[in-house]
């Protein structure tokens, strides 16, 4: 009915049950793996193409490390305390946002353009469970991140304060936010253009945001538009915890959780999947 | 009965055919590119749709397979709507191109493609049965486009479904790699699978389909076996000079005889190629006076009834 593999095989030696694995029965037996098991190919699958890609180790690795031991090391903006206990929970913050947002919507954009979600579409992996696995593949991501930014600060004095809970608590809402805000982007727009955007967004959050230059440098009258930018208030929660040992960043929270509400479920309506 | 749930595809007519569509329309803008189109694929077999560039063969298969909606008609794959979620186990897709992340390795999306079924093919097994297993760690954007297209053929496959869809799966592949692609095909129907492909190869069709559907301008324009389409008559073709008297000549051969000059100076003559007829043929015109060139008996190919019924013209 089906042939044995031609070729190789024969040339090495096959126990019985080997040989049975280079047999290729066609007879359908169609059926979907557990949806655990798919989310978990997914994710994986995505987090190796996020660790290979150049550009996105750029982003989420390369470009925070050099900002926390720049912005620690040299007199570049004037803090209470410890340059580097002011600077770590910002460039924690910008990592979540680099890899959420940035790398996210530009790697989307183009699985979109080469027919990547098209042909994921056709397969037993729903779109919820894609969705899933890319979450699961940037929170992974993000494990790294949190790592290797720690060790470096660590490294350079840094005194971490408060509960850890917070802190996970923040990075995954941060995480929901910028997640819906990249695959807006990457869902309505050209590949070219969500590079565009995406990274220009990246930069002008980057200024804004209280990531390493403190919004009170702002005028008065900008800052509490600032306060309400998602990477605004991820900074300012982890600052309040991590700086200052402070309890649950309730405002922080509440933005950062109305933007996620807002922008996943917009997304959601108008994420176009070709 | 979790037993026969397990053993039986989960919902559908396991007596529907394949695929069944009826009507359908489908608009871009001012384009009608399908225009009440029906068609119906009998299950455990290959079906191959063959039409011009720009027939509709893309648009059809796209909407079967869920990507498109249609804007008319009635379409049922294995007896479901193309939207069913339950098709996406059951039914194995091979795009016209692309698909696959470029910098990810052939071998790592074949067995990501595999983690996604219950009961897959061994990837490693299928990529060597294609060639391709001293590409499994090249990066897809890498692979020459004939060895993408088996990737994604082998893609297709390695969820071990009931039916699959193949785009055009042989076009630009040189003749090695589409022996192996004929070789998975006719593999695929002996062990029971359905298989629908479209294909631009008068030759593949012929060689591979037990029933070929050739559509134009998004309507179906002949159906059937490439032995009634072909027909099992034979034909009697010759060169002479322009302009024979044809009644005159078919007065002296067998009833049901039929002969045409088309183009000046080219005779085919068609009906019952017994030997006689040759003869015959050769008598009438040493009678006439005519020498004739080229006589030969053939059967009809494909390729004659595809530019009968959709013309010559390039487009």
Redesign the interface.
């Known amino acids: ?3 044995l ?5 024969t040339a090495r030696p096959l126990r019985s049950d080997q040989a049975m ?13 557990p949806l655990p ?2 989310v978990l ?2 994710a994986g ?1 995505e987090m ?2 996020m660790l ?2 150049g550009e996105q180790l750029l982003l989420t690795l390369i470009i925070p490390v050099l900002l926390l031991v720049g912005f620690s090391q040299a007199p570049l903006v004037s803090v209470d305390g410890a340059r580097v206990d002011f600077v770590t929970p910002g460039v924690l913050a910008l990592a979540v946002m680099s890899t959420a947002f940035t790398g996210q919507a530009i790697a989307t954009g183009f ?1 979109r353009r ?3 979600l ?2 994921l ?6 779109r919820p469970g894609l969705m899933f696995a890319k979450t699961a593949a940037v929170l992974g991501v993000e494990v790294i991140q949190v790592a290797v930014i720690s060790m470096v600060a660590l490294a350079m004095g840094w005194s971490p304060h408060g509960d850890p809970l917070w802190i996970a608590l923040l990075i995954v809402l941060g995480t929901a936010a910028f997640s819906g805000l990249g695959l807006l982007i990457a869902g309505t727009l050209r590949a070219e253009a969500t590079l565009a955007a995406a990274n220009l967004v990246y930069l002008v959050l980057l200024g804004l945001g209280g990531v390493v230059f403190p919004v009170a440098k702002f005028p008065e009258g900008v800052r509490p538009v600032l306060e309400l930018l998602p990477i605004t208030a991820l900074t300012n929660g982890m600052r309040s915890v991590l700086a200052s040992g402070g309890g649950f960043p309730a405002g922080p929270v509440l933005v950062l959780l109305v933007w996620a509400t807002v922008t996943l479920g917009v997304a959601g309506r108008t994420f176009r999947w ?1 | 009965m979790p037993d026969a749930a397990n053993t039986r ?1 989960a919902g559908g007519a396991d007596d529907a055919p394949a695929v069944e569509v009826r009507d359908l329309v489908k608009r871009y803008g001012r384009t009608t590119a399908i225009d009440g189109l029906t068609l119906s694929c009998a299950r455990g077999q290959v079906t191959a749709i063959l039409g011009p560039n720009g027939a509709g063969k893309t648009s059809t298969i796209e909407i079967c ?3 498109r909606q249609a804007d008319g008609g009635t379409v049922r794959v294995l007896g479901l709507a193309p939207s069913d ?1 339950s098709l ?4 194995g ?1 091979m ?1 016209q ?8 390795r052939a071998g ?1 999306w074949l067995r ?2 595999a ?5 897959p ?2 990837p ?3 990529l ?2 294609l060639g391709l ?1 001293e590409h499994a760690r090249t990066p897809y954007r890498r692979l020459s486009g004939g060895q993408q297209q088996r990737l994604s053929l082998a ?1 297709a ?1 390695v ?4 039916l699959v869809f193949l785009d055009e799966p042989t076009a630009g592949l040189d003749p090695q790699a589409r022996y192996a692609c004929w070789d998975i095909v006719t ?2 129907r ?4 359905s298989v629908v492909l479209t294909t631009h190869y008068m030759d593949e069709a012929e060689k591979l389909a037990d029933q070929v559907i050739i559509i134009d301008h998004g309507r179906v324009v002949a159906a059937g076996t490439p032995a009634t389409l072909t027909g099992a008559e034979r034909q009697l073709r010759f060169r002479a000079r322009p302009g024979l008297n044809l009644d005159e000549l078919l007065s002296a051969l067998p009833q049901g005889s039929a002969a045409k000059e088309s183009p000046a100076g080219h005779y085919i003559i068609e009906g019952q190629v017994a030997p006689g007829l040759l003869a015959t043929v050769t008598a009438w015109c040493a009678s006439e006076g005519v020498t004739t060139e080229d006589l030969s008996i053939e059967r009809r190919t494909l390729e004659d009834v595809f530019l009968e019924l959709t013309g010559r013209e390039l487009r």
């Open positions: 009915m089906t042939s593999t031609p070729g190789y095989d694995t280079t047999t290729l029965d066609f007879t359908p037996r169609p059926g979907a793996a098991r798919m190919a997914q699958a190796r193409a290979r890609n699985e080469y027919g990547v098209k042909r579409g056709a397969t037993p992996l729903s070709e | 595809p397979e869920g990507f979620s996406k186990a059951r039914v897709v795009l191109s692309g698909g696959v992340p470029p910098a990810m790592e990501l493609m983690r996604f079924h219950a009961h093919l061994d490693a097994a299928l060597d049965r297993s893609g496959i969820g071990r479904p009931e593999g695929l002996e062990a029971g699978v």
